[in-house]
């Protein structure tokens, strides 16, 4: 996602590479701590030959499936960030970018803290009437690590050598707050409080289903006043989930004005807008 993402959860698999000591600092729909570990999950594990879950669309099948969406202007947002990382606490400041011509988009995240050093995100691929349809997400520290989202072949190749099946409406880690503003900007009406958004989330190591649930209205106090948003909430699906928590601002085309990561072990990322924006055009 974009926003700054902290230590990652233990492995869950054997097929997850060993946790990596890289400083963090990135923008995650995304981390304070090491670059982000995530295992693959064992139904999406290694090889195909275990089907995807009965509730998400098999490799191949029709995106006739999918919401409608629609991507939001070209952006370029800046957050203020706070977080925990091992026990140390930081302020570090963020930005998002999104450029795209209803045909492909890219979209590049980057946060920045002292001592804790530079993490960037970067997300690119094409566009259709369901939103974005990552090809490639770059995650970088100290070093590049990267996954490719290969649609001819149906599958996720991911920096570590593993491999997993490219499911309909998959999205990375940077680009899936983007594709959350779509979904609400195509259809706001369409996604009461109480209602689930499901979508596969890829990283540079593995692939998880993450289901947003509706929270309902919410309130941001901004330099320069308020900021009406919508609050959705991942629902961990095991007990070392990270919690994830977007903000969506209808006055923004309903852009996330606030992200924030919570793991298991106390270590959390929060970054918000840092001043009141413009209303939407």
């Given at each position: 996602m974009p926003w700054p993402e902290p230590a990652?959860?233990?492995p869950v698999t054997d097929a997850a590479p060993a946790p990596d000591t890289e400083p963090p600092a990135a923008g995650d729909t995304a981390g304070t701590?090491?670059?982000?570990?995530?295992?693959?999950?064992?139904?999406?594990a290694r090889e195909s030959a275990t089907p995807p879950p009965a509730d998400v669309p098999a490799p191949g099948e029709a995106d006739v499936r999918l919401p409608p969406a629609r991507l939001p202007p070209e952006i370029d947002l800046r957050y203020a960030v706070t977080g925990q990382a091992k026990g140390f606490n930081y302020h570090a400041s963020g930005t998002m970018t999104l450029r795209h011509d209803h045909q492909r988009y890219e979209a590049h995240?980057?946060?920045?803290?002292?001592?804790?050093?530079?993490?960037?995100?970067?997300?690119?691929?094409?566009?259709d009437a369901h939103g974005m349809h990552p090809e490639v997400f770059v995650d970088q520290s100290r070093r590049e690590r990267?996954?490719?989202?290969?649609?001819?072949?149906?599958?996720?190749?991911?920096?570590?050598?593993?491999?997993a099946p490219l499911?309909?409406?998959?999205?990375?880690r940077l680009s899936v707050a983007l594709q959350l503003s779509a979904l609400f900007l195509a259809r706001p009406d369409?996604?009461?409080?109480?209602?689930t958004i499901r979508l596969p989330v890829a990283d540079v190591s593995g692939v998880?289903?993450?289901?947003?649930?509706?929270?309902?209205?919410?309130?941001?106090?901004?330099?320069?006043?308020?900021?009406?948003?919508?609050?959705?909430a991942r629902q961990p699906r095991r007990e070392r989930d990270r919690q994830v928590e977007v903000w969506l601002a209808p006055d923004m085309s309903y852009?996330?004005?606030?992200?924030?990561?919570s793991e298991a072990s106390g270590d959390f990322v929060d970054q918000t807008i840092d001043t009141l924006p413009p209303p939407a055009q």
């Open positions: 990652p959860a233990p701590g090491p670059a982000p570990t995530e295992a693959v999950p064992e139904q999406m995240a980057s946060v920045s803290a002292f001592l804790l050093g530079k993490r960037q995100q970067h997300s690119e691929g094409r566009i990267r996954a490719t989202l290969d649609a001819a072949s149906q599958r996720i190749r991911f920096h570590h050598g593993g491999e499911q309909a409406g998959t999205q990375d369409a996604y009461p409080a109480g209602s998880e289903l993450w289901d947003f649930v509706v929270q309902g209205p919410d309130e941001l106090h901004l330099e320069g006043g308020s900021l009406p948003a919508i609050r959705l852009l996330p004005a606030r992200i924030r990561v």
